[in-house]
């Protein structure tokens, strides 16, 4: 079996990322071909076209090709068209892992009609619905996910045939140095330092991280551990705004683009790893904690966390309700235990592990596309 990969966007991008390690792996198995093609998309709409077209037809080779999808990476508002370009050129069978999925079922009201409008049949939507039909194996982090995209009464029965759960794996990694000397790189000294890891924007919590730093004793050093993701800038800026008003923008530091070596420094750093996403799990964020194997990762709440600490009683701490005193109240609780031991974070890693992953890829591309 020849498997294609196409990797979209940036090499920084986390779903590029994600798809160059399982291709990776994939080189690994001896009963498999690899055909990796990337390919990033500009400002001119029109050529964007012409570079999705020719990377389908450089994939014509493989049996299966397999993409990421998120709307960003393939062109927001314009990744309805970039998607059917794509798929045109594209003949073999398509795998399609959809990320941070969260498109759900509205109920029809006369007074909020554009907002159904646009949340049943606008950009986002429309772009799940020509995916779901097209691809030939749908594949989602969680069981959550699934089950917003089989509340859409037009898709359901599609997506109960094609969809698979496969949790995003966690890959292996080795931090060179340990919390001490990080510390002195990085010129931390004594802090006690809370992070929040990945692109920043609005649904990843970084507002409510701010509002209770406001709570948190003053050696409690905030790191946003990203870049801030186009388009958010005002949103940034709105940040600094609101720390500045809570006397608390001496502690907050925004690194941006982390290379490798700097985020290894940043994560051995870390007391507490929180990940305050509100509506849908940042699963790329949450796999690189636990790769790091910080005992002390603390999320909302989430149907997504529910499972990993289905998998690992206990491996990950929630907090809520989604308000900056509990985030604040959770954090001092983590910062004020003893140490913690990191065992049930370590199992969950191994459970996680990316060959464990690759080994249920490579059983759903056998299920669907050879019985």
């Not at 999808?69 to 068209?81: H, K, M, P, R, T």
């Not at 500045?244 to 290894?264: C, F, I």
Request: glycine share 6%; hydrophobic share 45%; proline share 3%.
């Amino acid at each position: 079996m020849k498997i294609g990969y196409l990797h979209l966007g940036k090499p920084e991008h986390g779903l590029h990322r994600y798809g160059r390690l399982l291709a990776a792996e994939a080189r690994r198995r001896e009963n498999l071909a690899v055909l990796e093609v990337q390919a990033d998309l500009g400002p001119s709409w029109f050529s964007n076209l012409r570079v999705l077209w020719q990377a389908a037809k450089q994939l014509a080779e493989a049996d299966i090709v397999h993409i990421q999808y998120n709307q960003a990476i393939w062109g927001n508002n314009f990744s309805v068209i970039n998607l059917m370009v794509f798929m045109a050129g594209c003949k073999a069978p398509l795998a399609v892992t959809l990320h941070d999925v969260y498109w759900q079922q509205y109920a029809f009201k006369v007074r909020d009609m554009l907002t159904f409008l646009k949340a049943m049949y606008g950009f986002k939507a429309s772009a799940l619905w020509l995916l779901v039909n097209h691809a030939s194996l749908l594949l989602v982090c969680t069981k959550e996910e699934k089950k917003r995209l089989a509340s859409i009464d037009s898709i359901r029965e599609k997506v109960d045939k094609k969809i698979a759960i496969i949790p995003h794996f966690v890959e292996a990694r080795s931090l060179a140095v340990d919390k001490h000397q990080s510390r002195i790189l990085l010129g931390i000294k004594e802090d006690i330092v809370v992070t929040l890891l990945g692109w920043i924007h609005r649904r990843k919590g970084h507002e409510l991280l701010v509002e209770a730093m406001a709570t948190l004793p003053e050696n409690v050093r905030v790191i946003f551990a990203g870049k801030c993701s186009p388009g958010s800038e005002t949103f940034l800026d709105g940040l600094f705004t609101l720390a500045k008003s809570l006397n608390v923008a001496d502690r907050l530091q925004v690194t941006g683009y982390l290379t490798e070596d700097d985020l290894n420094l940043y994560l051995a750093a870390t007391d507490v790893a929180v990940c305050p996403f509100k509506t849908c799990s940042a699963s790329g964020s949450l796999s690189t904690w636990i790769s790091a194997r910080n005992p002390n990762i603390l999320a909302y709440s989430l149907p997504q966390i529910e499972e990993y600490n289905h998998l690992v009683p206990g491996a990950i701490s929630t907090f809520e309700p989604y308000t900056g005193e509990a985030l604040s109240k959770a954090i001092f609780k983590l910062i004020s235990s003893q140490a913690i031991s990191t065992d049930r974070v370590d199992e969950l890693g191994e459970r996680l592990s990316l060959g464990s992953v690759f080994d249920s890829h490579q059983n759903c591309f056998d299920r669907y596309f050879i019985a």
